[in-house]
């Protein structure tokens, strides 16, 4: 996995883990364990996404 340092690298993988989020909830459902997990990962890297974006004042 990319280096989540920078916002490029950031939205790379918030677009990868929300791609696998659709693909995981489309074929095993929405409250399934395994989507919940890439759901939590998500948000995750959106709040570090959204940290970077406001400390850097864009």
Request: hydrophobic share 35%; proline share 0%; no cysteine.
């Amino acid at each position: 996995m990319l280096h989540a340092n920078s916002e490029h690298s950031l939205l790379v993988i918030i677009k990868s883990l929300r791609e696998e989020m659709i693909r995981i909830g489309n074929s095993e459902g929405l409250s399934n364990e395994q989507t919940l997990k890439v759901s939590q990962k998500l948000d995750y890297y959106i709040l570090k996404y959204q940290k970077l974006i406001h400390r850097s004042g864009l």
